[in-house]
């Protein structure tokens, strides 16, 4: 029964670290599998504590499973390594001492009403309060507006909570060391050290990478400024004149036929800059690099293709969609196909615009740190959905120029693999008209969110 209760708390101080350390960094807006993912977590590094139990002691088992578990949320994408370590550092430490305090709050209570005795009852008492807070705890920082990671309390909080865990370890160490063999217990301090050392490497060799990418646009940049200031001051010369020239004038109709040639060389040369300019920022345009050879040569062709139609085609790859592949959730020539077929609508959707400015096409492929899922999304500044697709979507014939099979096949690669799809339309003003999202849920769902929800029906074909 004690081992039970042990175990028990184990697991529970463990979920309880897992839960406070996404309400550090998320918003509440997480599906079952953020939960489920967890308990997963929980579960192993309970395991990790009762295998070792007997060698290591406790106190040194915790903050050792801690920092792996700071580990899989740094390489699950959720912060920077020293983040993710820190604030798993914090979160067991205030849970460490927040389950003290409530022990000793309950033993008081249960001895001065009841006795002494009474562990079990005691040791109880203190799991379900202990839960009790750490919901409290958790809701609270879910409902947070002001940002803790960063400030100057959070490193401060970090340096106390690391200075009382090795104090704690210290104090238990020496009635341990007389058991266990030295270099076992080093040998682990050293392959946990290690670890971090290597994924610290990983991450400061990428934010090397995109700096070196940072510098190379800076200095795009500063060659078009460069280009600027030739002229600039030629045309603050002509301005200064053309003004001090149009004070002498009283007639209104002569200051206009003045003003009028400066007027249309200004709008020509600022036609002129604002198009170059377009044209060398889709030429500098970032390569794209997916993890997949020939997934990344497609969107290559894509790029080539919006630039010919001057369509700005930007590509943000937080986690290898190669992924996918692995898991089993998608065919990468169903996957290819998915991605072609909406790239090629969305340029459609802008070819088609009867006045088309400085228009935008991007696509996002990664785990949300929102769902816990991987999503694909798909922007792009074209004309929104016609109303009769809209009113029979995925119905095959309804077309805007295309074959009409195009909606209609997506749809069955949804159905086929249990992908949600999920339609956004934006309001005028935006910068894009709509969004189509991809999740990788393992449920097909089809879901429409904008102004004309009322048009929106997916289409069921009859069973014949």
């Known amino acids: 029964?004690?081992?039970?209760?042990?175990?028990?708390?184990?697991?529970?101080?463990?979920?309880?670290?897992g839960f406070l350390f996404m309400g550090v960094l998320s918003s509440p807006k997480r599906k079952r599998t953020g939960y489920w993912e967890i308990a997963l977590l929980a579960v192993v590094q309970t395991f990790l504590t009762v295998v070792m139990g007997d060698k290591f002691p406790t106190a040194f088992l915790g903050v050792l499973v801690v920092t792996l578990g700071g580990l899989y949320h740094y390489l699950r994408g959720r912060e920077k390594l020293a983040i993710t370590l820190l604030i798993s550092?914090?979160?067991?430490?205030?849970?460490?001492?927040?389950?003290?305090?409530?022990?000793?709050?309950?033993?008081?209570?249960?001895?001065?009403?009841?006795?002494?005795?009474?562990?079990?009852?005691?040791?109880?008492?203190?799991?379900?309060?202990?839960?009790?807070?750490?919901?409290?705890?958790?809701?609270?920082?879910?409902?947070?507006?002001?940002?803790?990671?960063?400030?100057?309390?959070?490193?401060?909080?970090?340096?106390?909570?690391?200075?009382?865990?090795?104090?704690?370890?210290?104090?238990?160490?020496?009635?341990?060391?007389?058991?266990?063999?030295?270099?076992?217990?080093?040998?682990?301090?050293?392959?946990?050290?290690?670890?971090?050392?290597?994924?610290?490497?990983?991450?400061?060799?990428?934010?090397?990478?995109?700096?070196?990418?940072?510098?190379?646009?800076?200095?795009?940049?500063?060659?078009?400024?460069?280009?600027?200031?030739?002229?600039?001051?030629?045309?603050k010369r002509i301005c200064d004149e053309q003004l001090q020239d149009l004070k002498t004038k009283a007639n209104g109709s002569e200051v206009a036929k003045e003003f009028m040639p400066f007027k249309q060389g200004?709008?020509?040369?600022?036609?002129?800059?604002?198009?170059?300019?377009?044209?060398?920022?889709?030429?500098?345009?970032?390569?794209?690099?997916?993890?997949?050879?020939?997934?990344?040569?497609?969107?290559?062709?894509?790029?080539?293709?919006?630039?010919?139609?001057?369509?700005?085609?930007?590509?943000?790859?937080?986690?290898?969609?190669?992924?996918?592949?692995r898991k089993g959730k998608i065919s990468q020539s169903k996957l290819m196909e998915l991605l072609g077929d909406s790239l090629a609508n969305a340029i459609h959707a802008i070819i088609r615009k009867n006045n088309r400015g400085e228009e935008t096409i991007e696509l996002h492929m990664g785990i949300s740190q929102e769902s816990g899922f991987y999503e694909i999304d798909i922007y792009d500044s074209g004309i929104p959905f016609p109303e009769n697709i809209l009113r029979e979507f995925g119905r095959r014939g309804l077309t805007t120029g295309g074959t009409g099979e195009g909606l209609a096949n997506m749809l069955e690669t949804l159905k086929k693999y249990r992908i949600s799809l999920a339609i956004t339309?934006?309001?005028?003003?935006?910068?894009?008209?709509?969004?189509?999202?991809?999740?990788?849920?393992?449920?097909?769902?089809?879901?429409?969110?904008?102004?004309?929800?009322?048009?929106?029906?997916?289409?069921?074909?009859?069973?014949?």
């Open 89 to 235: 550092l914090d979160v067991y430490a205030l849970s460490l001492y927040l389950n003290m305090a409530l022990g000793s709050i309950i033993y008081i209570v249960i001895t001065a009403s009841m006795g002494e005795g009474h562990i079990f009852l005691i040791g109880i008492c203190n799991i379900i309060l202990f839960c009790f807070v750490t919901l409290l705890c958790v809701l609270l920082l879910y409902r947070k507006k002001t940002k803790i990671i960063g400030s100057t309390g959070f490193y401060s909080l970090s340096v106390l909570c690391g200075i009382v865990l090795a104090c704690n370890i210290a104090v238990v160490l020496p009635n341990y060391m007389s058991k266990t063999r030295f270099e076992w217990f080093f040998s682990l301090i050293a392959l946990v050290a290690v670890a971090v050392i290597l994924v610290g490497a990983h991450e400061s060799w990428c934010e090397q990478k995109r700096k070196a990418k940072l510098q190379d646009h800076i200095r795009e940049l500063s060659s078009q400024v460069h280009h600027f200031k030739e002229y600039l001051p030629a045309v």
């Open 425 to 464: 339309e934006y309001a005028p003003i935006e910068e894009f008209s709509k969004c189509i999202n991809f999740c990788f849920a393992g449920d097909f769902e089809v879901a429409y969110y904008g102004e004309r929800a009322d048009c929106f029906e997916l289409y069921v074909p009859k069973q014949e």
């Open 1 to 17: 029964m004690a081992k039970i209760l042990l175990l028990v708390k184990h697991i529970t101080q463990y979920l309880a670290c």
């Open 266 to 325: 200004i709008e020509r040369m600022y036609h002129e800059q604002m198009e170059e300019s377009r044209k060398e920022f889709l030429r500098a345009s970032a390569v794209v690099e997916t993890g997949m050879v020939l997934l990344d040569a497609m969107l290559q062709d894509f790029q080539r293709r919006m630039e010919q139609e001057n369509i700005l085609f930007q590509v943000q790859v937080y986690t290898s969609p190669l992924e996918l592949i």
